[in-house]
């Protein structure tokens, strides 16, 4: 019983790992080399305490002012908007506050549970050094940015994620460098961070290979099906015959599902960092300023800078002043952060509209299944999403109910 897993980003790659680890002959297949995609351009944060919901009304009634700034915390392309508009309208009917409740209970269900299958992950494939020991620290400037984040701290409280305030002066003890114009932090310890992202995916990848999965290269062109999926056909005149399908290809799983006749309300958010290798600089822990719109890890040799959103669709050129937006942010907390020896990262994170990911059966063809929609978590849940994917497709019990998770819940 042969099993393609298309898609070798790390969501790909770890459940490729877990099917070939408990017996399945597995086909990991992509276009790209392994891990290239949002994969390599992750922030490389666990981020435990960011499963709440983006579909909040705080945040969808500030974006027709986002969309006249071109230097907003998100970025709506003016004419992406009309192919946009049908998501952002699920989006919407996302932040009911009965919805968004169920919401945040599914993502805490995964959040609780990433180091009890991510630790073992890693001592699997001997990276068990890549995980920090520090957590994250929240920039605030005053208390009147710190209550505007009250929401996201409320919502940590109610689950029981740790989290502990400190003065500006405490957290320049643990970040020397950071500005003395930060009035409050928030430190998020669960939030560790890998010291290379791409790393782990890369090893995992040689593991696989090493149980005896095949990696292989290719573009998807469609399906064979007869009652149940049959095989994949690839866009060079090959085909890989499969008992099974996993389409874990990220943001561009929603153009394979429609090939399979079961489209999926998909959106790419895409994201841009800089890696700075010669930063002038160390740090301990990532931070992140929310009112701000950015994230700082020190990760791949050097210091990474990311944050904000832009909705443009996956064929549109990146905008690199985007990169240069959160690079001048990032200096405001970092006054003696120097961009030299850089470079800039543009990717596709695939997001659904009420920011929960697909991990399911599919509804309409046996052997079929997806796991995808992990937004700004894919590295973060890459380790549980494998464990349950695994459960689901040989058969076994998964851990959580995966009811909240089906692809027919649209």
Not at 69 to 90: A, C, H, S, T
Request: proline residues 7%; hydrophobic residues 40%; glycine residues 10%.
């Amino acid at each position: 019983m042969t099993t393609v897993v298309v898609g070798a980003g790390i969501i790909g790659t770890a459940i490729a790992y877990e099917l070939q680890k408990r017996g399945r002959p597995v086909v990991l297949l992509d276009r790209d080399e392994v891990g290239r995609g949002a994969s390599y351009g992750n922030m490389a944060s666990i981020a435990v305490t960011e499963f709440m919901p983006a579909s909040r009304p705080s945040i969808w009634r500030q974006i027709p002012g986002w969309m006249l700034d071109p230097e907003g915390p998100v970025r709506i392309r003016p004419g992406y908007m009309p192919k946009l508009l049908p998501w952002f309208l699920r989006f919407v009917a996302a932040s009911r506050p009965g919805k968004l409740r169920r919401l945040e209970a599914e993502g805490a269900v995964l959040c609780r549970r990433v180091y009890d299958d991510l630790l073992p992950l890693l001592r699997e494939t001997g990276l068990e050094g890549e995980l920090t020991e520090e957590g994250c620290l929240s920039l605030y400037s005053d208390e009147a940015e710190f209550r505007a984040d009250r929401e996201h701290i409320e919502i940590l409280e109610r689950f029981g994620f740790p989290h502990r305030r400190l003065t500006g002066a405490e957290a320049r003890e643990l970040e020397p460098e950071l500005s003395g114009s930060i009035g409050i932090a928030v430190l998020f310890p669960q939030n560790r961070s890998l010291r290379d992202p791409f790393r782990l995916v890369n090893r995992l990848a040689q593991r696989f290979a090493a149980l005896g999965g095949e990696i292989r290269r290719g573009a998807v062109a469609g399906f064979e099906r007869s009652g149940r999926i049959a095989a994949v056909r690839l866009a060079d005149g090959g085909r890989i015959v499969a008992d099974e399908v996993v389409i874990s290809a990220g943001a561009y799983s929603g153009l394979l599902s429609k090939m399979l006749g079961e489209p999926m309300p998909l959106e790419t958010e895409r994201g841009y960092h800089t890696q700075i290798m010669s930063p002038g600089i160390s740090m301990r822990h990532s931070i992140i300023w929310p009112a701000r719109a950015f994230m700082v890890t020190p990760t791949a040799g050097g210091i990474r800078v990311g944050g904000t959103v832009e909705m443009a669709g996956l064929d549109a050129a990146p905008d690199y002043r985007r990169s240069k937006v959160t690079v001048r942010r990032a200096q405001s907390a970092l006054p003696n952060l120097r961009c030299e020896k850089f470079s800039e990262w543009m990717g596709h994170r695939p997001a659904f509209p009420d920011t929960v990911p697909v991990m399911s059966a599919s509804a309409r063809t046996p052997g079929v299944f997806y796991a995808t929609g992990h937004g700004h978590l894919g590295v973060t849940y890459a380790a549980t999403t494998a464990r349950l994917m695994g459960d689901l497709i040989t058969g076994a019990t998964p851990p959580v109910d995966m009811h909240p998770y089906r692809v027919d819940r649209f």
